[in-house]
């Protein structure tokens, strides 16, 4: 198998070792064994990230080459037929050593997702819950999810039928930078569970946990090349789409459209978590004690640098104000920090591009006649790359931010007179991932919750108790994409239905060519009466 540079050399050179900003932030003891787990031929280069904490060097991955994605595939799909091939219980067992590990070794990942991702350290430990909770699920729930049903065959008693469900072969995942442990994971326990292989290209800024979860995977027990990790960008991701089975991937619209297309080509299937533009209502009679910290938290969590973030705040005017005069003291209180710690409320934004992104939106609202009840600044006080939590009231029909997704620590106020305005608002989007409503009445806001173009709604949460219940899909309507991950349905994503359909009694003379040769209208007669009977008796 290909793999990295045997050597530190692959961690680069320093560019100056008297300047703190040119040395890298992490040791090379701890970045060689992950990087020797990319698959590459040594002859793609590689690819220098930066801490988004300082601006400093992180660490220097070797990148794969379009044939080293094919070699990648090629072996993991050799691998998947022994692992097919495996007891159930014993590619559960795996995973639930997964589980076990992530917890008792998360102190390492916390450390890595943060000085990779630049998210808080509470942000980072929801990755750690969530994948803990996913293998928990999975190993309970998915023997259920692939066992074998049994359906009615056409007739009752001669004929009988089973559907069975079938591994795909190789899952192909490509995964942001945002969630750097939960999106390579996430859809890889699912896929490892019904008897896949998967091959994973994570973003370039966040490859090192990608490869800290292959490395544990292979800990608890996973056979070689079952989970690959190729590094590079949109070229490794496109030649991952033409070798695999199905293909899994989470990021923008624009460029979802571009993987789905190219799997349709193939004729392959594809799980795509792209865009949202998501709204919250605050109703009339919402708990705003309660509502305040649930709202900050679904909004600025990951520096809003989630799919399922909140960046339309919808209020009933009867209740804005208030909630208002509590919301937004709260906000200004919120502590941004660069520690591998958990006394940050917010961490950075990942990179230059993303600030730059963010600044945009926030003044091209100001320049239009918004206002910033807090925030609306880059604090480069803090890191290169923060940017300090926004509020921003009386937009404009014709601001970028109320269209297009910010992907920030930036939430954009609107005021409604009644349920049925509000709907209209949260609905007036071409994304629909996520949305929130709040109110005291659940069944009142689970009416309006049906009428909500999102795949997923939460009642008085924002985001985090829909992501954790991992037997709901989650998955977006319109341009927010296609396919559902957890539950049921990713599993199903991941597998072949096979029909296995048996005439019995065959031996006894009793079958459909039987009938037929008593000629004439006399098998019409028989089985009319047979449907007549089947439908009295409410047969299925």
Known sequence: MATAHESDGALGDLIDPELPSSTYVLEPE???????????????????????FTGAPLAAVPLSST????????????????????????????LDRLGTLVLDRQSEILDLIQMESGKSRRSAFEEVADIAQACRHYV????????????????SVLTGARVHRRPVGVVGVISPWNYPLTLALCEAIPALLAGNAVVLKPDPQTTLSALWAAELLA?????????????????????LVDHVDHIAFTGSTAVGRTVAARAG?????????????NPLYVAADADLDAAVPGVVRACFSNAGQLCMSIERLVLHERIA?????????????????????????????VSADQLERVAAHVDDALAKGARALTGGVHRADV?????????????PEDAVCLREETFGPVVAVSRVASDDEAVRVMNDTEFGLNASIWSRDVVRARQVAARVEAGTVVINDGYLQAWGSAGAPMGGMKASGLGRRHGRE??????????????RGLSAGLSLDTLYALGGDVPSRALTQALRGMRRLRLP
Do not use: C, M, N
């Open 265 to 277: 080509e193939r004729l392959i299937g594809a799980t795509l978590e792209l865009g949202g533009k």
């Open 67 to 94: 044939d080293d994605v094919a070699d990648a595939v090629e072996r993991a799909r050799v691998a998947q037929h022994d692992w097919a091939a495996t007891p159930l219980a014993e590619r559960a067992r795996v």
């Open 140 to 155: 309970v729930r998915g023997p259920r999810y692939l066992a074998d049903r049994r359906v009615p065959g056409a007739l």
């Open 321 to 349: 104000d208030a909630f208002l005069e509590r919301f937004v003291p709260a906000v200004r209180e919120l502590a941004l920090g660069a520690g591998l710690d958990y006394t940050a409320d917010i961490g950075s934004l």
């Open 219 to 239: 800990e608890a027990g996973l056979p070689d090349d079952l989970f690959s990790v190729v590094a590079g960008g949109g070229e490794i991701g496109a030649a």
């Open 490 to 503: 990713a599993i199903e994503a991941v597998t072949e239905v096979q029909s296995v359909v048996a005439q």
């Open 30 to 52: 701890v970045v060689s064994p992950l990087v020797k787990r990319v698959v590459t031929s040594h002859d793609a280069g590689t690819h220098r990230s930066t801490s988004p």
């Open 383 to 395: 890191g290169p790359y923060f940017y300090a939590p926004t509020v921003l009231d009386d937009l």
